[in-house]
């Protein structure tokens, strides 16, 4: 089987072809950055447009690229939800409409099950079950993982995302946008000790986490401050600091509670090299391994959606002819195909 995967849910267009036998055949990605740049933000309607502009001629681009006509094409997925309603229906509709024109299967794909899924597609892949760390501009998820469809959510943000912390960070010190790699740039010349902040909910049992409280102890600090560039760098490091501790012993917690040997690390914040380097370190402590996407999978992408749809139609997961998108759509709704 051999997938067209579109993924659309916010402001990356990413499109990709997997086939079953021979693995990724091709993937192209047009960010929206420098089009949101002088916004602080993505605006929907902008993204919503641009992925009109551009989802066509990135298909033909792919396909020429993997060596494909249409009709080698066997099914389709594209990302029905969570994200932005708009920029979800443009990669939706055109891909039940390609589906349909070529006479194929379509299959919805929930965004979050593309990335956990994107470490597969390396050469050394993770085994079910497995723990996952979801960390994004939207998303802070720790979840147990048994099985394609079976994911058991064991601890979440119940405020901002970690990597809406890093972008709030970023633009609270004047720094450029998208906030992850702007803070550690920023970080690593910062100076340790003369800030420290707090590490948010990680003094009491559980696995929930919460960025909130992280970010305000930001504004604080910066508003005390004239902001220099040393300043910027000194709380830039500090924040980088507390974040990634949070995030570090929450799955050493889950790691003992679960048992598993195997942690999976997946979104854009899993780019960050200090918590790489943390969970690494504590992973080995206790005989477990940590498994990453290629840097270029960590944010949106099309592999991630064309690998996750050829396991779902694989098992004959298909949708009828209609099609819905869904901004909102909790993980623990999804069933094995």
Not at 91 to 112: N, T
Not at 130 to 141: D, I, N, Q
Request: glycine share 10%.
């Amino acid at each position: 089987m051999r997938v067209l995967g579109i993924e659309t849910s916010c402001d990356d267009t990413g499109v990709a072809v997997y086939d079953g036998a021979r693995g990724l055949l091709a993937h192209q990605l047009h960010s929206q950055t420098a089009l949101h740049a002088a916004y602080g933000g993505v605006v929907p309607e902008l993204a919503s447009r641009d992925h009109i502009r551009k989802l066509l001629p990135l298909i033909q681009a792919v396909l020429a690229e993997a060596g494909c006509r249409p009709t080698d094409i066997t099914g389709v997925a594209y990302t029905a939800g969570p994200g932005l309603a708009g920029a979800l229906l443009v990669g939706a509709a055109v891909g039940r409409s390609l589906a349909f024109a070529w006479g194929v299967p379509a299959v919805g794909i929930h965004h979050m099950e593309g990335h956990l899924l994107a470490p597969m597609l390396e050469p050394d892949p993770p085994e079910f079950p497995f723990l996952a760390l979801l960390v994004s501009g939207g998303h802070t998820l720790l979840a147990d993982i048994r099985g394609l469809g079976d994911y058991r959510p064991l601890g979440e943000s119940v405020d901002d995302a970690v990597g809406e912390a890093f972008d709030k960070t970023a633009k609270l010190l004047g720094l450029r946008q998208p906030g992850g790699p702007a803070v550690a740039a920023a970080a690593a010349r910062g100076r340790p000790g003369r800030f420290r902040f707090p590490r948010p909910m990680t003094d009491r049992p559980g696995l929930d986490f919460s960025f909130s409280g992280l970010k305000t102890a930001v504004l604080t600090a910066a508003q005390k401050q004239a902001l220099d560039a040393q300043t910027v760098a000194d709380i830039a490091h500090a924040f980088q600091e507390a974040a990634v501790d949070t995030l570090a012993v929450k799955c050493e917690r889950a790691l003992t509670q679960t048992g598993h040997r195997q942690l999976v690390v997946a979104g854009g914040v899993g780019a960050n090299r200090l918590l790489r380097e943390r969970l690494a370190e504590r992973a080995t402590a206790r005989g477990a391994r940590v498994y990453y996407p290629r840097p270029e999978f960590c944010t949106d992408n099309g592999a991630m959606i064309a690998y996750a749809g050829w396991l779902r139609l694989r098992e004959r997961a298909a949708e009828p002819l209609g099609f819905a998108v869904r901004p909102r759509w909790e993980m623990s709704t999804l069933r094995a195909p």
